[in-house]
């Protein structure tokens, strides 16, 4: 009994050892410069980047979808405006999520140009259109934000960490299913 007791013990702390040898090993993940686990890398430098751009981006695309809401009279438009602040609103809480687990900014602390962002101008012109010239207006200005969310997406696709990258190939394949609806619906105004 005693010698089985303590084969169960040996074998006990030796899968103990192996396992732990596996999660606290890590190694610098490929270009990243964050360190990687057996189930999942941190977040990296570049994830933490993607999040700190999306998410005022993601924010921007939120508040034009509010003006299409009240100044469109086409209910595809109005639809899709609900689908955009429906996705885009959850994946703002879930990079706000990560900036706050990596203990990174919100921001990145200084000004950089995100593609397809709208100008102050360009919102300006979206908040006072209505009609058909909103409609335009809106589905140009959201073509040109999705083009540019799914190019910033597609830095985090290949990342370590499999929520970044899960969300990065999200992004760019819902995000380029709408700009080809988008264009549909421009060419029947």
Known sequence: MIL????VCTLVLVAMFSLS??????SPAEGTGSTSTSENSAFSSSDIMFAQMMIPHHKQAIEMSALAQTRSSNPEIVALADQITAAQGPEIEQMTGWLTSAGASMDMGHSMHMDGLLSDEQMSALEKASGADFDRLYLEGM????EGAVTMAAMVVG?????AAALGASIVSSQTEEIAYMKQLLSTL
């Open 4 to 7: 089985r007791t303590a084969s």
């Open 21 to 26: 040898a596996c999660t606290t090993a890590s």
């Open 143 to 146: 073509i040109g934000h999705h």
């Open 159 to 163: 990342s370590q960490n499999a929520e």
